[in-house]
């Protein structure tokens, strides 16, 4: 049985070793619990992939303690120095150009020439990527195209034994994966909408990046961006006011309908509180036996944005 242990100074050392010789560590963060690797260890990284049963063409986000050590890795512009100033640590991973001989595994960054890295803000993964002292490569800690962990619970249900150790963070604060932005082209491009908005980038940078989350049916610009993603085994169905028979339900904001088939994601309509349950909500009906899964409406703005991209995904048949 894995050990999920809590976070004391001794088994931040110990999730450390883990990561220097080798291992894989579940841990938490503020957006999901990530399956960690040291990104300068190929066969560790590997590893990952081998885990999540995860296509070898999509590339990992490389976590690091600050954004000192992020120059490393990847080149930053003036743009890309402004937004770690603002935002870091925070869930945004930014797409740079990579560093020529920055020692990160080909298989992190799948052989492109670019760096997805980011400075998360829980304070357990901050502790234990100063204690290790390596770039930990961490794709969410799951089967690939199953839901995202928010719980620890979650990683030791999803991946058991393919995981060393399990360090608890409690429930993850938001709940949905890190915003993606790509920083390499002469625009700023959102490629996963996340809890940093569109709007908090162009506080910080006086232009409103555009959103290229894949839905265009265009060439996807992020592997991630594959349709059928985020999904629970139950067929998941949206924008539904009214479920049938046999169906669990997912609602959003005041509801008249009751039951132990229905679930709400934030009765008094707030959308973080609707992200940070969405995950952990969508685990609890897809063990609930329903014939499928029924989501209300979400507003399509803010962190709705995000909401409905992972919801898109856990659609698709
Ligand atoms: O919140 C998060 O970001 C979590 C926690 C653990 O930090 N991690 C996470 O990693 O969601 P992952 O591997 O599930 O998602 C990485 C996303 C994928 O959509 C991938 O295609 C994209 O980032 N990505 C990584 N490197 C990229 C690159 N060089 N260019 C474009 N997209 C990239
Ligand atoms: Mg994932």
Redo the contacts with the bound molecule.
């Keep these: 049985m894995v050990l999920i242990a809590a976070p004391t100074p001794d088994s931040i050392a110990r999730a450390a070793n883990v990561l220097t010789s080798g291992g894989l560590l579940g841990l938490p963060?503020e957006?999901?619990?990530?399956l960690g690797a040291n990104a300068l260890d190929g066969v560790a990284v590997a590893r990952i992939f081998e885990a999540k049963g995860r296509p070898a063409f999509?590339?990992?986000?490389v976590?690091v303690a600050d954004a000192s050590a992020a120059e490393n890795y990847a080149e930053f512009s003036d743009e890309a120095r402004m937004l770690a100033a603002v935002l870091w640590p925070g869930?945004l991973?930014m797409?740079l150009p990579r560093k020529a001989d920055c020692g990160i595994s080909d298989l992190v960054?799948?052989g492109?020439n670019?760096?997805?890295i980011?400075v998360?803000a829980h304070k357990v993964a901050r502790d234990i990527l100063k204690a290790a002292g390596v770039p930990v490569a961490?794709?969410?800690?799951n089967i690939s195209g199953t839901l995202?962990p928010t719980t620890p619970q979650h990683v030791a249900d999803g991946l058991g034994d393919k995981v060393d150790l399990i360090i608890g963070g409690g429930a993850a604060e938001f709940g949905l994966?890190?915003t993606?932005i790509?920083m390499t082209g002469d625009m700023p491009v959102i490629?996963?909408p996340?809890a940093v908005t569109p709007d908090d980038v162009a506080r910080v940078l006086d232009v409103t990046p555009q959103i290229d989350d894949g839905d265009k049916g265009d060439a996807p610009?992020?592997?991630?961006?594959l349709l059928r993603h985020y999904a629970p085994r139950t067929k998941v169905r949206l924008g539904v006011l009214q479920p049938e028979a046999g169906e669990g339900y997912l609602a959003f904001g005041p509801c008249l309908i009751k039951g132990d088939h229905v679930k709400n994601l934030s009765e008094k309509s707030d959308l973080f509180e609707a992200a940070a349950n969405l995950f952990n909500y969508l685990h609890i009906m897809d063990k609930g036996g329903f014939t499928g899964i029924a989501v209300a409406p979400i507003p399509d703005e803010g962190l709705g944005l995000a909401i409905n991209n992972r919801l898109k995904r856990a659609a698709e048949a």
């Design positions: 963060t957006t999901v619990y990530g999509n590339p990992l986000i976590h869930p991973t797409i960054t799948a492109l670019s760096i997805a980011r998360p961490a794709p969410s800690a995202s994966e890190s993606v790509d490629l996963r996340g610009k992020s592997p991630g961006q």
